[in-house]
């Protein structure tokens, strides 16, 4: 495991464990799948059961709703470990923990609650997350609209780039309220009559994961269905910053696995005589990566720390989602250097990881949003309109 600066000695006993059993999980039970799920353009539905047996859906929640009550590093070490193997399968698992049950357990009824977090949880329903509209950056601009009718409350709309949506069983969709001036989230059933999520085709990046469109044609949600917790755009946002904090982690995993990968293509690959680890422009380039791996590592750790005490900003969120993933996708355009021709293949996972990060970088808030929020925290003057 990769850990220069023994950040693993800053976590509790029961994290050490967690990130133990989970990463026995991935290099026996996911690795030797994960190039062809990625070539198959997405992983078989049964592995979000699989996830949900090993605890990895929403492990923060309460027992009472299928959760282990889990510190948020405990999570985060999780993330590493699902992303260490491919950023889809930390996708798959931080949608359905922290964007699907996060908001239900967060905002709904004990209802909703109780009907549908354990399904969740152990992985039996599939849930997604649907904020995003054209221009993704500017959710508050988004047109999906509910009305209230009766006891139920008629939405209409669509949302693009949505993790899981083709095969999932429960969607929350965000949308303005009529007559409140407010975003509201409501828990959508995918059966639901005018509901339609077609896939999204010819995708190079994220491939074991399965994104789509959501299409919402006077959908009736019953009015129980609403997160009434839920008032305004902060609420979605403060699903992000639980996801963004999990990414912060995970894109390190991916992090090792490049840095890996070059140390040892770099030690047997030789070039006028030596290993090509021996020449300084390719040790400048590992030692790169490692110390950007050891800072995000001791970024994510500190930012769980202040999360499992209730003291995180969204603004130190951003920070360390921005510059683990950043660091990550460096460290992977370099170590496709390193590995020169062989880099391209999908012999090794460089360039299959380097292509995911892309969207990492994108998600979540893009790169320069992130920048932009930095920026509003340090000036107090907003950049974004
Ligand atoms: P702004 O005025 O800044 O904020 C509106 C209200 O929300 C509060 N807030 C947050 N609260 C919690 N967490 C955060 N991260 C928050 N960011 C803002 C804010 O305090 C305010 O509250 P109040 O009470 O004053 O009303 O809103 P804005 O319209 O200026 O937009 C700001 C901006 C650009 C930062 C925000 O909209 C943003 O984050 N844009 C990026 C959108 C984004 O990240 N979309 C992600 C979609 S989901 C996804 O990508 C899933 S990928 C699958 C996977 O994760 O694996
Ligand atoms: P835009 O917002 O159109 O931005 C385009 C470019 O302009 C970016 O470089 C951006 O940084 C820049 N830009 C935008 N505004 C500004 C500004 N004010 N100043 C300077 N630069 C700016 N969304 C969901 O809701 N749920 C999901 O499950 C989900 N899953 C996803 C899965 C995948 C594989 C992908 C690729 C995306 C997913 N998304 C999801 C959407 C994702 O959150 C958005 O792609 C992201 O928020 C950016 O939105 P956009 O792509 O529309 O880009």
Known sequence: MLDFLSVRALLTSDERAVWDVTRDFVTNEVLPHVGGWWDEDGAPRDLLRTFGRQGLLGP?????????????????????????????????????GSLVMG????????????RFLPGLASGELVGCFGLTEEGGSDPGAMRTRAVRDGDAYVLNGSKVWITNAPHADVAVVWAHVAGEGKVGGFVVETDTAGFRAPKID???????????????????????HRLEGARGLGA???????????????????????????????????????????????????????????????????????????QHTHAQVSLAKRDNVRAALNAARS???????SGITTAYPV????????????????????????????TGISAFG
């Not at 992303?83 to 798959?92: F, I, K, P, V, Y």
């Open 351 to 378: 360039m299959r990881h380097l292509l995911n990060l892309e969207t990492v970088d994108t998600y979540e808030g893009t790169h320069d949003i992130h920048t932009l929020v930095l920026g509003r925290e340090i």
């Open 60 to 96: 923060t929640l309460p027992e009472a709703y299928g959760g282990s009550e889990s510190t948020q590093n405990a999570y985060g070490a999780a993330m590493y470990e699902l992303e260490r193997a491919d950023s889809g399968l930390r996708s798959l698992a931080s949608v359905q």
């Open 202 to 224: 010819g995708k190079l990046s994220l491939r074991t994961s399965v994104t789509g469109e959501i299409v919402l044609e006077d959908v009736r949600v019953p009015a129980s």
């Open 335 to 341: 170590a496709r250097e390193v590995l020169g021709a």
């Open 236 to 310: 979605p946002l403060s699903c992000l910053t639980d996801a963004r904090f999990g990414i912060a982690w995970g894109a390190l995993g991916a992090l090792e696995t490049v840095f890996e990968t070059a140390r040892e293509f770099a030690s047997g690959r030789v070039t006028f005589g030596s290993p090509i680890a021996s020449r300084q422009l390719v040790q400048e380039k590992l030692a790169r990566m490692l110390a950007d791996h050891a800072k995000g590592l001791l970024l994510a750790w500190r930012i769980g720390v202040l999360k499992e005490a209730g």
């Open 103 to 114: 908001p239900i357990y967060r905002f709904g009824s004990e209802d909703l609650r109780r």
